[in-house]
């Protein structure tokens, strides 16, 4: 896949702009704070109309602006030349392939794939669960849409057992919940499983090519609950209820699974160097992409937000090692990529954009 062109109205800090992106290297050049980072946001909304800045879509608009307004021409392994347009306002998203209307999530998520890496990338390793989780679930939804549908379906049925537990619900209230519960959490629990048994295969490649050493990475799964039944799950909850009921929320399930990163040291939150993080860190993002690649037959598009620069000289010739001459590459920074000649440069500033 390669975006070839772009057209953006009132997004973030950009009244209007348009680039073309036909080339396999684009770099956007300017000081920090000018609309670098906005315009690869506006990029990764296409694989699953999520940002990887923020949760707030309400930011994504520009200021005193009613919405916002994306346009792509995309070139596709098997949908050819397509182009892909993104809305948001009072209404939330609105989605068009080709002119026709996309009303359903579930038939759009992952038909892009996109990839950024950024800073924020830590924080995968460094943050709460939340973080490893979402990583995940956008991950797995957008290669298979059983899970996509699975997860929907679980957090649904969550907030309608935390709902039924702050009212008092009866028993049988409860069960029919958890009933319904119980088939989703094993299926989501099956899923992430293989899920991470696949990302660390694809990890341990990557990170081979960027570290300086075989450091052993490895990705452990995590969840909450061992259980191989729906009838195991099911007498978990029900064990659960006084428990629940006393804190108004249901406290065991797969919404609070986390994923490990370990290396030959020990834990990588603890133990490792920064270096060593962020490696990993960029490794996890190849590892997503080639995942992507080898399962929906579509060569994804990676972004990197400055990251480049924070990489040691090593772990920065490693990267491009990992990173095959195939995929659309979209980076940005401060001062000019080594062997600039191979970019095509836009400077930034202002929101403003212009061909270098």
């Known amino acids: 896949m390669r975006f070839l062109h772009l057209r953006l109205q ?36 296409v694989t699953a109309l999520r940002s990887f800045r923020t949760q707030q879509t309400s930011a994504l608009r520009r200021q005193g602006a009613q919405g916002y307004a994306l346009v792509y021409t995309v ?56 973080e490893r989780r979402r990583f995940l679930d956008l991950t797995l939804s957008a290669m298979d849409g059983e899970y996509y549908q699975a997860l929907r379906h679980y957090h649904r049925g969550i907030a309608g057992r935390n709902r039924l537990l702050k009212r008092g619900g009866s028993a049988a209230e ?7 519960l119980a ?15 696949r990302l660390q295969t694809h990890l341990s ?8 050493a075989d450091e052993g990475p490895e990705l452990q799964f995590k969840p909450n609950l061992e259980c191989e039944t729906v009838a195991a799950l099911r ?3 029900e064990q659960s209820r006084t428990r629940d009921q006393a804190i108004g929320s ?12 370990v290396l030959h040291t020990g834990g990588a939150k603890e133990f490792a160097s920064d270096g060593q993080q962020r490696g990993l860190c960029v490794a996890l993002r190849i590892a997503q992409a080639r995942m992507f690649e080898a399962s929906l037959g579509i060569a994804p598009v990676l972004l990197a937000d400055d990251v480049l620069g924070e990489l040691d000289p090593r772990r920065k010739a490693g990267f491009w090692r990992a990173s095959p001459s195939a995929w659309q590459m979209i980076a940005t920074g401060t001062e000019l990529p080594e062997a600039s000649e191979a970019w095509s440069v836009w400077k930034v500033r202002n929101g403003a954009f212009e061909l270098q």
Do not use: C
């Open 205 to 212: 490649d990557a990170y081979t090519s960027i570290a300086e």
């Open 235 to 237: 007498e978990v909850f």
């Open 75 to 130: 070139e596709h392994e098997t949908l050819g030349q397509t182009e892909l347009e993104i809305r948001a306002g009072g209404q939330g998203h609105q989605v068009w392939l080709d002119g026709e209307r996309v009303s359903r999530l579930g038939d759009f998520i992952g038909r892009f794939p996109v990839v950024p890496l950024s800073a924020g990338d830590l924080m995968l390793l460094r943050g709460a669960p939340s």
């Open 174 to 180: 409860l069960s029919a919940f958890e009933a319904e």
């Open 250 to 261: 249901t406290q065991r399930g797969p919404h609070r699974d986390d994923v490990a990163f």
């Open 183 to 197: 088939p989703q959490a094993l299926q989501l629990s099956v899923k992430r499983k293989a899920g991470v048994a």
């Open 10 to 45: 009132d997004f973030r800090n950009i009244t209007f702009a348009e680039l073309d992106l036909a080339p396999a290297r684009s770099f956007l050049l300017g000081p920090n704070g000018q609309g670098k980072s906005n315009l690869l946001e506006a990029l990764g909304l």
